[in-house]
């Protein structure tokens, strides 16, 4: 089954840390992506902008209302999401290990449906 | 207490000295909304961070450390006021408050209404229009950023004794703002706004604008300008000006690695190598404008953010969309009549109609602007264009007159140079 592990935390705190601090968080990153698309269960990734450039739409009175900022006002934010096959969700538990503790939340949820996207090669966001 | 504590496994102490700096514009607006004080609630911050790099090594990072630092300088603040009157009267005040439950209480204030209308009376204390624009800067810089005085002393290349005067009296001039606590009218808090975002941007361009890179502390300005306008966003998430402001000055930001070369000289946009932008600034400042603009209240600074985000879109210097920037240029003439947004329009007039068209419309400035480099080296680009080498050569002179910068002059003289062929 396919695993998420959706990344909370606060904006700054990334940009708090030494640039040591963040090449180590970095390289747990990266290492994990090789690992996952190494073992090819690795499902779509994104990190997202920072949630300053969000917008909120909700219906008022039947009509879509757009309203600037993220839907939650909280200091903690979704920055980020992981998706890959796992057989389990010890295993998927395993994984999220791999990435950096301590500087975000992660909360582990089975998907229930997804699509792998139909993207041209200029939208690739790398 | 233990509850809104943890231990966070990356600490050191670099990343101590990060939270303090990151929770100090939030924590000095609560302290001195409380002191009602500028001078106690910088002792009482500075006492806070002391505390905190005692106890945070071995206790762990609090889960809010602005909360933690905010509680922990409140009482820091009373214990020195009592320390300071107990000659003359005791103060019947409770006894400061534990941490724990009370950090979490404090947390979420930090988010309420009136705590963003005191971050931002703490910067607008700073603009106060009786302050220059440097003592303006030297002052956010000093309180709201928590530069020490030496390091602003250097930046702006004053003798320190000389930069913590000119603070004091500063200080002394702004203190009407803190002492007024009222909850600002909606027109109030939009002046007050509009005068904070242009002191941000003063900083973001003295750091921006100092090329060369002698002076280290100026471009960390720029990272500052950012981060302040970021809280402000967070703060005021529907306000067009400032997500313009934001995207301008991320805008620039991700070219700044591409505006100096090897040497130090500045690299004009139409030379950079692009592949040195920071594409993901670019796309956060893009997104910014294009939120801000849907509002459909086009401000000077969502305007000069767009035009920054069509030349990030370019690929390349000549597919650059000249035609949208004339047309934004003509947006921010209506917005500020300026003859500086006159003569950055004829550029891109130069592109779109040709130079002779646009020569024709600079003839009209030469009386206001004819102590300004830059119309004279744009009158010789255009001239140069048109292969009118004499007139060129004389306007590349004339802006060598009005006293140009190493970089300018260098660049100047490759024009010349050019000519000469």
Request: glycine share 6%; charged share 25%.
């Amino acid at each position: 089954m396919l695993y998420s592990i959706l990344i909370f935390g606060d904006d700054e705190t990334f940009g708090q840390l030494s640039a040591a601090e963040q090449d180590a968080a970095m390289v747990k990153h990266t290492g994990l992506q090789k690992i996952l698309s190494d073992a090819s269960i690795m499902g779509p990734v994104a990190k997202l902008h920072n949630s300053s450039t969000a917008v909120t739409v909700r219906a008022q009175d039947g009509v879509a209302l757009v309203t600037d900022g993220p839907f939650a006002e909280t200091k903690e934010q979704l920055l980020g999401f992981y998706t890959m096959e796992c057989a389990s969700m010890e295993e998927a538990i395993e994984i999220a290990k791999q990435l950096p503790l301590g500087i975000a939340t992660l909360e582990i949820r089975p998907v229930e449906w997804f699509h792998g996207g139909v993207l041209s090669p200029a939208a690739n966001g790398e | 207490m233990a509850a809104c504590c943890r231990l966070r496994p990356m600490e050191s102490e670099q990343t101590f000295a990060r939270y303090l700096s990151a929770a100090r514009p939030r924590a000095m607006a609560a302290l001195t909304r409380y002191f009602r004080a500028v001078d106690i609630s910088e002792d009482a911050f500075q006492e806070a961070c002391v505390r905190a790099i005692k106890s945070w090594p071995s206790k762990g990072v609090p889960r809010d450390p602005t909360a933690w630092l905010i509680l922990v300088g409140r009482n820091a603040g009373v214990d020195a006021l009592r320390r300071r009157e107990r000659d003359r009267t005791l103060l019947e005040e409770p006894a400061p408050a534990p941490l724990g439950d009370l950090e979490a209480a404090y947390a979420e204030e930090i988010d309420t209404s009136d705590f963003r209308d005191d971050v931002l009376r703490l910067l607008f204390m700073c603009c106060h229009p009786e302050l220059s624009e440097q003592d303006q800067l030297a002052l956010a810089l000093k309180i709201v950023v928590g530069f020490s005085v030496a390091e602003i002393a250097r930046a702006f290349l004053v003798k320190p004794k000389a930069m913590e005067q000119r603070i004091t009296r500063a200080k002394r001039k702004a203190a009407s703002v803190i002492a007024a606590l009222e909850t600002p009218s909606p027109a109030e808090r939009a002046t007050r706004l509009n005068a904070v975002l242009t002191m941000l941007y003063l900083l973001f361009n003295q750091g921006y604008s100092s090329a060369g890179g002698a002076l280290h502390i100026r471009a960390s300005f720029c990272d500052e300008a950012i981060r302040l306008t970021r809280l402000l966003l967070t703060l005021f998430p529907g306000q067009t000006e400032v997500m313009g402001l934001l995207a301008l000055c991320l805008l620039h930001n991700a070219r700044r690695s591409a505006r100096q070369d090897a040497a130090g000289s500045l690299v004009p946009l139409d030379m950079q190598d692009r592949t040195l932008w920071d594409r993901s600034q670019i796309a956060e400042g893009q997104v910014l404008v294009e939120k801000a603009l849907r509002h459909g209240r086009a401000g000077a600074f969502q305007v000069q953010a767009a035009i920054a985000a069509v030349h990030c879109a370019a690929a390349s210097a000549p597919q650059t969309d000249w035609e949208e920037i004339e047309r934004l240029y003509e947006a921010l003439e209506a917005l500020t009549p300026s003859p500086v947004i006159t003569l950055n329009r004829l550029v891109a007039v130069s592109k779109t109609r040709g130079p002779a068209q646009a020569l024709k419309g600079l003839q009209a400035l030469g009386a206001v602007l004819d102590d300004y480099l830059y119309f004279h080296s744009t009158a010789a680009a255009f001239h140069g264009e048109l292969g009118q080498w004499a007139e060129a050569r004389d306007a590349y002179n004339k802006a060598l007159s009005l006293g140009p910068s190493d970089a300018e002059i260098s660049y100047i003289h490759l024009r010349l140079d050019e000519l000469e062929k």
